[in-house]
């Protein structure tokens, strides 16, 4: 059983980096960006709900699995109701939550493989919790004032 609920974790998790990276460098518009963002959304729902299952089955040796998958699918959630309902600053929301989710699911994919990856299996693996999100973060500051420039531009 728990080797099914592995299978469908790891197909689900292939297709969030995979739609992830789509929708972030997609032109953010109706269309595309939406379509695959909605996919990395499901998909994403699925991960989190096979970690979740599958480290408390396994409590003793993957906990902390437990705790990126809450952290990182409350942001991917906290990114897709931002969009969704259109609350005030919804687009800042929205782009730190599906950015953050996805710096989470590289985390967790890079440190939960790292050591089955030849010459990265000889670095620290404190190096690859942190890493995502060194590299993530400009990133998403990056994006932010590009789409929330534009934005206030536009409003002027």
Do not use: D
């Amino acid at each position: 059983m728990f080797q099914n609920f592995l299978f469908i974790h790891i197909v689900a998790g292939i297709i969030c980096l995979i739609t992830g990276f789509i929708a972030a460098t997609a032109r953010k518009k109706r269309g595309k960006h939406t379509i695959v963002g909605e996919v990395y959304h499901g998909s994403f729902l699925i991960v989190f709900i096979t970690a979740l299952i599958m480290s408390i089955w396994n409590w003793s040796e993957s906990a902390y699995l437990f705790y990126i998958a809450l952290f990182s699918y409350g942001l991917a959630l906290l990114g897709y109701l931002a969009r969704k309902m259109r609350w005030k600053n919804w687009l800042r929301t929205h782009i730190g939550g599906m950015l953050g989710s996805y710096i989470g699911i590289v985390t967790a994919t890079l440190v939960v493989n790292v050591e089955k990856i030849p010459v990265l299996n000889e670095l620290p693996v404190l190096l690859f919790w942190f890493l995502p999100t060194i590299i993530g973060t400009p990133i998403i500051s990056m994006i932010s004032k590009k789409y929330i420039g534009k934005k206030k531009m536009k409003a002027a």
